[in-house]
């Protein structure tokens, strides 16, 4: 692409998907606020769980099992990632 192409050149997506190429009905907790700051996840036909910052839905999503997400929920219920907050 040259300097006068009217295209738009898209920024390669890295440590993820392109969450706008998944087919996927995304949700929020309720308990997200209304500046935007929420991650998105939506259940996949494979099974996989995908995960996405709401304030760019069509930037890279990451995918997980679902195994993984249940590991990571179980952890967080117990406790270990509070420190973080």
């Given amino acids: 692409m040259n300097e006068n192409s009217k295209e ?7 440590n993820g998907v392109q969450a706008s ?3 996927a009905c995304w949700i ?3 308990r997200s606020n209304a500046e935007g700051n929420c991650v998105e996840v939506a259940a996949l036909v494979d ?3 995908a995960m996405r910052n709401s304030r ?3 930037g890279p999503a990451l ?3 679902a195994a993984e997400v249940a ?7 117990d ?3 509070d420190h973080l907050l």
């Fill in 8 to 14: 738009t050149a898209v920024p390669p997506v890295q």
């Fill in 21 to 23: 190429s998944l087919e």
């Fill in 28 to 30: 929020k907790s309720r």
């Fill in 47 to 49: 099974g996989g769980i």
């Fill in 56 to 58: 760019d839905p069509d």
């Fill in 63 to 65: 995918v997980y099992t």
């Fill in 71 to 77: 590991a990571f929920l179980a952890g967080a219920k």
């Fill in 79 to 81: 406790g270990e990632f």
